[in-house]
Antibody, heavy 121, light 112 residues
Framework: EVQLVDTGGGVVKPGASLRLSCAAS????????MSWVRQAPGKGLEWVAR??????????DYAPPVRGRFTISRDDSENMLFLQMNSLKTEDTGVYYC????????????WGPGTLVTVSS | DIVMIQAPLSLPVTPGEPASISCRSS???????????LDWYLQKPGKSPQLLIY???RRATGVPDRFSGSGSGTDFTLRISRVEAEDVGVYYC?????????FGQGTKLEIK
């Protein structure tokens, strides 16, 4: 059974850093492209970042609001996905979901339960 | 970035009746003159999103056949032939043509 468990959320002040983690199991993680998607309280879905498999170059892409502040990475030896978030802003508040790559045009879609990040002074 | 606009934003439906949601993109989602890079997701209350439709019209595994996707160019539609109580939630379209991926605002389906 495919499982994604995202953790690491919490309450931080503006300007602080936070690192989210996502533990993957039940599929061949090292060949999967992975994403982070977030949802502000009471709002819609917002794509945050994507990382390709190392076999496909391992490159990362970011949404404009987080580019330069967030870094997506992976550890294939541990089947882990990460999101390092620096210089956090109040508008980064929301639930962050780890997922298999959204929009990958294949029938393979799995999401974590989400982890809540609150940025508040 | 590609802008995605959904309508309506709220959709009350009587069980057993059909429902449809429209999604319009700011540019064509056609690639290779063959595939439309448009996905539909459903987020049930308190749950993570789940993929319903990909490539415009392909149902994801386990999705009931009462759900169908259609459209071309910049205009797409998600149809539910007969709404059931378990279909409540927020429906999102998302363009998969370009990075960054962008979602519509969401359409909240509720049972009358």
């Amino acid at each position: 059974e495919v499982q994604l468990v995202d953790t690491g959320g919490g309450v931080v002040k503006p300007g602080a850093s936070l690192r989210l983690s996502c533990a993957a199991s039940g599929f061949t993680f090292n060949t999967a492209w992975m994403s982070w998607v977030r949802q502000a309280p009471g709002k819609g879905l917002e794509w945050v970042a994507r990382i390709k498999s190392n076999n496909d170059g391992g490159t990362a892409d970011y949404a404009p609001p987080v580019r330069g502040r967030f870094t997506i990475s992976r550890d294939d030896s541990e089947n882990m996905l990460f999101l390092q978030m620096n210089s956090l802003k109040t508008e980064d508040t929301g639930v962050y979901y780890c997922s298999t790559d959204v929009g990958n045009s294949v029938d393979f879609d799995h999401w974590g339960p989400g982890t809540l990040v609150t940025v508040s002074s | 970035d590609i802008v995605m606009i959904q309508a309506p934003l709220s959709l009350p439906v009587t069980p057993g009746e059909p429902a449809s949601i429209s999604c319009r993109s700011s540019q064509s989602l056609l690639q290779n003159k063959k595939y439309y890079f448009l996905d539909w997701y459903l987020q049930k209350p308190g749950k993570s999103p789940q993929l319903l439709i990909y490539l415009g019209s392909r149902r994801a595994t386990g999705v009931p056949d009462r759900f169908s996707g259609s459209g071309s160019g910049t205009d797409f539609t998600l149809r539910i032939s007969r709404v059931e109580a378990e279909d409540v939630g927020v429906y999102y379209c998302m363009q998969a043509l370009q990075i960054p991926r962008t979602f519509g605002q969401g359409t909240k389906l509720e049972i009358k």
